[in-house]
Every structure is written in C-alpha cells, then in structure tokens.
C-alpha cells in the first residue's frame, strides 16, 4: 500500500527513477519545484512532496507507479491541482500531468478528446472554433481530469448536464500498470466509478472524451445589492430560479470580505437573448434595486470569459449541502448574522454563502446510472471561509470555527449530501455525504481495480 512517504527512498532510488523515464523529476531545492509542488490550497502548504515528475506520457507514468510501488513511496497525480484538500500533492512523489495538455475536436462527431493534464483553458481553446460545447468549469487553470472524476458543474449544466455525464470514454492507468479503455462497452464499471466517483481513487486518467452540443449566442447578467436586502432577495430569487426554465442558471451569494457591509450577488447565464432574462429577472428587479446592474447580449464564448473566476491565492475552509428547496428568510437572516461577527482574516476573498443552481439535465439522470448520485437538488450550496499563510494560528482557528457555526445555522434547512469536487478535509461523514448509495459499489469497484490500496489519500473510496 502506498504510504505518502517520501523516506523509503534513498537518494540513489530517486537518480534511479530520474533515469528511467524521459520527463523532468524536481526534487526540494531544485529550480521550480516549489511552484510545481505546492498546494493550491495553502491551508495545506506544510505537505512537501519528495518529488514532483513532470510526465512525458503514459510510459513515464507507468514506471513511476512501479517505482514507487518498489519502494513503498506515496504517489498522487496532479493536473489542474486544485483539490480543496491538498490532495493533489503528497510528502512523497508528484505525478504533474501538466505536459499532457493535448485537446482535439470534430465537429463531424461532436466528440471531443483531451488528455489528463489538459486544463480549462486548453479545452476552451480547441472547441471555440467548432461551436460546441459541454459543461465546463469557470476557472481556466482548472484541470478537466479532476472536474470530471467529481461529477463536474457549470453555468450549462442545467441544460447540458454534468461534466461527467458528457463523457463517453476514459483512459487509465492502473496500479499495476495497465492502461484500461473504459467505456460503456468495456471496463463499464471502472467507467461508471469515473464519473462522479472522486480523483484519485481509481487509477491515473490519461484521456477523456466527451461528446460535445452545438451552442449560440447567450447573455449574462451581474446583479448586486447591499447586505439589508438579502432576505427579500434570497426570497424572490430562488423562486425566479425554481420556476425558470434549463436555460438559465444562476449563482446566487452573500458575501463580505474587508469592508464594513455584506454584498449580494446574483451572477447569471441564459442560453437565449437578454430580452428574455431580463424577463426572467423581472420579480427580483421589481422587488428591491440593485446597486449595479448588468444585463448583456454575448457570444457562447465572451459570456464563458465573463463568467471567468479564479480564486485567490491563499487559505480556505468550505462546507456544501445540496437543497430540495429554497432556503427560507429564518435561513437567510442567520446567515447574516454570522457574517456581522465573522472574524477577518488577511484574505481579501473573504467569507460567505452562495447558492448555485441545479435541476435541469443534472437531475434527469438517475442517481445510479453514474457514480454521481446528488440528482434530486434545486441547490448546491456552498458555505466558505479564507485566511492568509501569515495569518495567527488563532485567526485561522476562529475562522474553521465561524465555518462550522454557519454550517449548523443552514443545516436543518439542507440535505445531508455534500459535493465531492468541493471536497471537505473536516467531514467526518463523507462516504455517505459524497456518495450516498452509490458508496457500496464504488468500494467493490475500488477492491478489483486497486486491491492493495496504492491510490489512497484522506477520503479515498474504500479507505
């Protein structure tokens, strides 16, 4: 099994390793290997790794298993390296997928190919020129492998479904060096486990395909207000979103960050002209003004930059449920109590509660056709907290603290699933909270691929 440790390799079995594969090992000291080893997250910056590889293909990735299988060091595989966890790194050796970026698509098939490393961005870039799409994340450092593995949302999903519901077909590497074609013909179980079942557990991805929608022209929308109106706007909002149609999805949030006074916002997109969403937001425009307002006529392509987000650097704490229905004003007004006495912290992000919409594609697949089984929610919703590296430990401790008062306050209003790629290090039920029913099946799946457990980290399946 693997460990994560770095010790049981000498410096002779780390030149062993650099000389036989064909990309660049950085070990500690080395030029670059911080930014290539460290966490995105730097709640997690203390985890050094031995070694970070930057892979040249599928070869390198199978000597690097065997490697590290030989001599008892940890392995993980990063690509956009965003897991909220840390666990894109590890104290032993990296695998960074960053060099495997290749995306190809056609528009005869509408099926679109891109390999593990690939990032957002990369897959952006290849599909733009063909018109189609599929649910893509907001950020564009974000890797496709990890977004996909933990079900995958975006502003299109409620149209376009998940990320992982686009796939048709996955390539892995397995602990014992095998390279699997998984699909809904061959390795069909490995291939549902990799849709929703979580990075990391099962083996390296080295490709996915997907298959890709035609898309048009789109319009978006920026709405603010002050903290005061968030009870009348949760209220209103959420019933403009329960009743909209697919089409339209919104990311609805309360936060506050430096200054004195919460903000709320609703970022929007609809997949048809403005004329329409201004419509769809006539009640919340009605009900109370907002401070700013932005309702636009876009390209597919200028609304996906518009909607671009990139979180800060830094530390952060999140918590998510999923909601059947629309929080209630009591819900709402706890929030804000809480953001009156929350601690500070030297992050400008900050801290606060959004409610991303789902229903749509995402809910008309059933909860066992994939390992994804969250497919009964109106809401995800996400509660988080941040902190600097040169924050007091008790700043960071009264934050973690504040998190987990307001994931108390909104509990009884929620379900008790949470969302995998949001993943959570402070969860204690996490098997059943990411996974649900689907738990079961993924630990079998889990034993016959991996059955001495060498992909493992904090919440990997079956451990």
């Known amino acids: 099994m693997s460990t994560g440790a770095p010790g049981a390799a000498s410096d002779a079995d780390w030149r062993r390793l650099e000389k036989s594969v064909t990309g660049r090992l950085l070990r500690p000291g080395a030029p670059g290997f911080h930014a ?78 891109a390999a593990g490393g690939a990032l957002m961005a990369d897959v952006y870039a290849a599909i733009e020129p063909h018109g189609m799409a599929f649910a893509l994340g907001n950020g564009a450092s974000v890797g496709i492998a990890g977004l996909t593995l933990g079900g995958g949302s975006s502003s299109t999903s409620r149209t376009l479904g998940l990320t992982a519901d686009a796939l048709v077909r996955t390539t892995l590497m397995t602990a014992d060096g095998r390279l699997l074609t998984c699909d809904a013909e061959e390795n069909a179980d490995l291939y549902w486990a990799c849709r929703g079942g979580g990075g990391g557990n099962f083996g390296i991805n080295l490709s996915f395909t997907f298959r890709a929608t035609p898309v048009s022209d789109v319009s978006t929308c920026l709405l603010l207000w002050e ?16 009743k909209a149609p697919d089409a339209f999805s919104l990311r609805l949030g309360i936060s506050a960050a430096d200054g004195p006074a919460a903000v709320v916002s609703a970022v929007g997109l609809h997949l048809g002209p403005s004329g329409e969403l201004r419509e769809l937001l006539a009640p919340a425009l009605a009900a109370t003004r907002p401070v700013r307002t932005e309702i636009a006529d876009r390209t597919f392509w200028a609304a996906k930059d518009y ?14 449920h999923f909601a059947a229905e629309p929080l209630p004003a009591e819900a709402v007004a706890a929030v804000l109590a809480r953001l009156d006495r929350r601690p500070g912290s030297g992050n400008p992000d900050g801290c606060g509660l959004a409610l991303y919409t789902w229903g749509g594609a995402i809910n008309r697949v059933a909860p ?57 290090p402070d969860r204690p039920d996490w098997r059943t909270a990411y996974y649900g029913a689907n738990y079961p099946r993924l630990v079998e799946v889990k034993e016959r691929v991996d059955p001495d457990g060498f992909f493992t980290f904090g919440q990997a399946i079956g451990s």
């Open 36 to 113: 290539a080893g460290a966490p995105f997250n730097r709640r997690f910056a203390s985890t050094t790794p031995g070694g970070v590889l930057s892979v040249a293909g599928a070869e390198d990735v199978r000597r690097a298993i065997g490697w590290a299988r030989e001599t008892g060091v940890g392995l993980v595989a990063r690509s956009g390296g965003h897991s909220y966890a840390g666990h894109s790194v590890c104290p032993g050796l990296v695998l960074d997928l960053g060099a495997l970026r290749r995306v190809s698509a056609d528009a005869s098939t509408g099926l679109v190919t």
């Open 227 to 242: 903290g005061a109106d968030a009870p009348e706007v949760f209220t209103v909002m959420q019933e403009v979103a329960r």
């Open 307 to 320: 909607l671009l987000h990139e979180t800060s650097a830094g530390a952060f704490a999140v918590r998510t």
């Open 368 to 424: 066992a056709d994939t390992a994804f089984v969250h497919r009964d929610a109106l809401f995800l919703v996400s509660m988080d907290t941040s902190w600097s590296e040169h924050d007091s430990a008790e700043t960071v401790e009264a934050n973690l603290r504040w998190l987990a008062d307001l994931r108390e306050a909104v509990a009884p209003y929620v379900g008790e699933g949470a969302y995998q790629n949001f993943i959570d």
